[in-house]
């Protein structure tokens, strides 16, 4: 079975500084991996997602992830952190095959201090 | 733009009146979804189609029920609301198992 797992439920950076959501999976087979942004009231945005190509995947807005197996792990980075970039943000693993119930982990609330 | 897009963006209803959301897309995918979501929570599934296939989570209250009278359009039911519905609910879509599902912006309900 697949499970995702974010590791901190709220990080505080300051403007400028780096940012860093830490995402790990499990899986029994080799899953295609998504982050999301979702602001106050809005829907859920996709910034990037690996598919089993690059392991390096850039996004939008200036964020990547490195898919890294022997970890099992599929952190979010950014070098600058943006007062814009406060938010919720999800990984998500896909479904396992012949199914379409993708896995959600609980969620990473971003501040983001001026 | 090709999107998915929730009707209202807000919904006020009284406890036990039914109402109903909608979500239609233009991105002609197969599969679509309704999520519930609650303050500072991940969404957490209700149910999806594939086409007209219908799959409902095991745990999905049997106050919540759905249609989709075409690939276009979805709907979800609520047919005599609890203040414990008071949430989030989002639509998405997705083209194949592995690629990413795409959201709309949600109706937020809220009980009166």
């Known amino acids: 079975a697949q499970s995702v797992t974010q590791l901190d439920s709220h990080v505080s950076v300051s403007e400028g500084t780096p940012v860093l959501l830490r995402c790990n999976y499990s899986?029994?087979?080799?899953?295609?991996l998504f982050w999301y942004v979702q602001h106050p009231n809005k829907g859920l945005q996709l910034l990037l997602k690996y598919t089993s190509a690059a392991t390096l995947v850039k996004g939008i807005n200036g964020f990547e992830a490195e898919f890294k197996k022997s970890e099992t792990s599929f952190h979010l980075t950014k070098p600058s952190a943006h007062m814009s970039d406060a938010a919720e943000y999800f990984c998500?693993?896909?479904?396992?095959?012949?199914?379409?119930?993708?896995?959600f982990g609980t969620g990473t609330r971003l501040k983001v201090l001026a | 733009d090709a999107m998915v897009i929730q009707n209202p963006r807000y919904q006020v209803t009284q406890f036990g009146k039914p109402v109903t959301l909608s979500c239609s897309q233009t991105l002609n995918h197969n599969v679509m979804y309704w999520y519930q979501q609650k303050s500072s929570q991940a969404p957490k599934l209700l149910f999806h189609?594939?086409?007209?296939?219908?799959?409902n989570e095991a745990d999905t209250p049997d106050n919540f029920q759905s249609r989709r009278p075409n690939t276009s359009f979805c709907f979800l039911d609520i047919r005599s609301p609890g203040l414990g519905d008071a949430a989030m609910y989002l639509c998405?879509?997705?083209?194949?198992?592995?690629?990413?599902?795409?959201f709309g912006d949600g109706t937020r309900l809220s009980i009166l």
């Open positions: 899986s029994s087979y080799s899953p295609s």
């Open positions: 998405a879509t997705v083209g194949g198992s592995n690629q990413p599902q795409h």
């Open positions: 189609y594939y086409d007209k296939d219908f799959n």
């Open positions: 998500v693993v896909s479904p396992t095959s012949g199914t379409y119930k993708y896995i």
